[in-house]
């Protein structure tokens, strides 16, 4: 994975032409881990300048008590983790639908609101790739946003129609990766 040596930048990118946008939609997606991760960092920037941030996570369950939500939570972060976790785990996929159409109707009511400048819909492609909640009406709602919202999406598979009204899109590549090896996720690094 070593690149060439190369050398560093000694001049300026050109910026002329480019202008400022009231808001921004980023999408994190891909097979690799640290789309939420990454996600949680913009968080911690928006309410560093002291933005109303919102976040609402599709298929973690309230009762995981993960690291981010306890620190998020307690720096001001408005959380539903509104999921039922691993689909794998579900005792009844009808309610696992009916919990992120759920998690869908009040990221959309967040949104039309205008209260928040950063929401994060965290693993919401799961639900648009399972036909829980409908894609065009997720594009309509990104497309529709009050002007001073910016939206974080994240998930593998993120549908081509998201991707393409969004503003950045990271994709995590997979390189390696402990589960790989018979490593289940760690306290602290995973959640």
Known sequence: MAEEQQEPPVESPD???MKTAPSLVLVNTG??????????GVVIR???VEWPVAVVQFLKSGDWNTGEEKLLRGLGVEWLAAGDG???NSED???SRALAQGAWAKAKEIIAAGEHRLIVMDEISYAMTWDWIDVAEV?????NRPAKTSLILTGRDMHDDV?????TVT???KVKHAFDNGIIAKKGIDY
């Open 171 to 173: 994709e995590m590549t």
């Open 139 to 143: 594009v309509e709602t990104i497309s």
């Open 163 to 167: 991707i393409a009204v969004a503003d």
């Open 31 to 40: 097979h690799g881990k640290g789309k939420s991760s990454a996600a949680f």
């Open 93 to 95: 996929l009808d309610e």
């Open 15 to 17: 910026k002329s032409g």
């Open 86 to 88: 691993f689909t794998w």
């Open 46 to 48: 928006a309410r560093a």
